[in-house]
């Protein structure tokens, strides 16, 4: 079962996490602002509609900073309606974005608690989460199946989580063991290297879509 993390105002001094380049931390209770809980499983970005750098589970807290900001893109050309907040959880802590849907309601207040929102900035995302490798294809990404006797393959499971510009990045959220030979859709490789980001066209019951596999058990193509 994933630990619910529950927060009060007035301790949100207490708030804190390893720096790492580009991350944005709790520093007092002053920048607090609207309080909320994710209710569902959904992807984190960061920038809207834009690269997943992880999934929110049930119970985690993101105080949420500004309004809603629509966009649609490639991947999701009818778009949605994106929260820019610092969110935490079991293995994530950062600035980012969630769909507005899948987190509680409450109105947002004024202040700061993280940087002015981050938008699209390829440069900035593929130096802060990504080794340099990702693939040229934008939204889905490009075919690739899980390989079980690929060079070094040595962890068969899917991660919702690996915190992607940590070295070395830690898998958290285990989502089972992905198939062998099982089509995944692959986009980024993590700042260390060692994982990759797939979308499963086919996920298991109560999964994300989303996740990162190991470096080893899976080929990449189109690459950029």
Same mark, same amino acid.
């Given at each position: 079962?994933?630990?619910?993390?529950?927060?009060?105002?007035?301790?949100?001094?207490?708030?804190?996490?390893?720096?790492?380049?580009?991350?944005?931390?709790?520093?007092?209770?002053? $920048?607090?602002?609207?309080?909320?809980?994710? @209710? /569902?499983? %959904?992807?984190?970005? *960061? +920038?809207?509609?834009?690269?997943?750098?992880?999934?929110?589970?049930?119970?985690?807290?993101?105080?949420?900073?500004?309004?809603?900001?629509?966009?649609?893109?490639?991947?999701?050309?009818?778009?949605?309606?994106?929260?820019?907040?610092?969110?935490?959880?079991?293995?994530?802590?950062?600035?980012?974005?969630?769909?507005?849907?899948?987190?509680?309601?409450?109105?947002?207040?004024?202040?700061?608690?993280?940087?002015?929102?981050?938008?699209?900035?390829?440069?900035?995302?593929?130096?802060?989460?990504?080794?340099? $490798?990702?693939?040229?294809?934008?939204?889905? @990404? /490009?075919? %690739?199946?899980?390989? *079980? +006797?690929?060079?070094?393959?040595?962890?068969?499971?899917?991660?919702?989580?690996?915190?992607?510009?940590?070295?070395?990045?830690?898998?958290?959220?285990?989502?089972?063991?992905?198939?062998?030979?099982?089509?995944?859709?692959?986009?980024?490789?993590?700042?260390?290297?060692?994982?990759?980001?797939v979308r499963d066209p086919a996920p298991p019951a109560d999964a994300p879509n989303w996740y990162f596999v190991h470096r080893g058990c899976v080929s990449v193509a189109n690459l950029h």
């Open positions: 079962m994933l630990a619910r993390v529950a927060v009060s105002v007035a301790s949100l001094a207490l708030v804190a996490c390893s720096g790492a380049p580009g991350e944005d931390v709790a520093t007092s209770a002053e $920048e607090a602002l609207s309080v909320r809980h994710v @209710g /569902s499983i %959904t992807t984190i970005s *960061y +920038a809207p509609n834009s690269f997943v750098i992880g999934n929110a589970y049930p119970g985690w807290t993101d105080l949420i900073q500004g309004n809603a900001q629509f966009s649609a893109g490639p991947g999701n050309y009818g778009g949605a309606f994106y929260r820019w907040g610092f969110l935490y959880g079991e293995g994530f802590d950062r600035c980012a974005w969630v769909n507005d849907a899948d987190i509680g309601s409450g109105a947002h207040q004024g202040g700061a608690h993280c940087a002015s929102p981050q938008q699209i900035d390829d440069g900035f995302f593929f130096s802060t989460f990504t080794n340099g $490798e990702h693939n040229e294809l934008a939204g889905d @990404g /490009s075919d %690739t199946r899980m390989h *079980y +006797a690929g060079a070094g393959c040595t962890d068969l499971h899917g991660y919702g989580n690996v915190e992607p510009w940590r070295v070395p990045a830690t898998p958290n959220n285990d989502v089972g063991v992905v198939p062998d030979g099982k089509l995944l859709k692959w986009r980024y490789v993590s700042r260390d290297g060692h994982w990759v980001l």
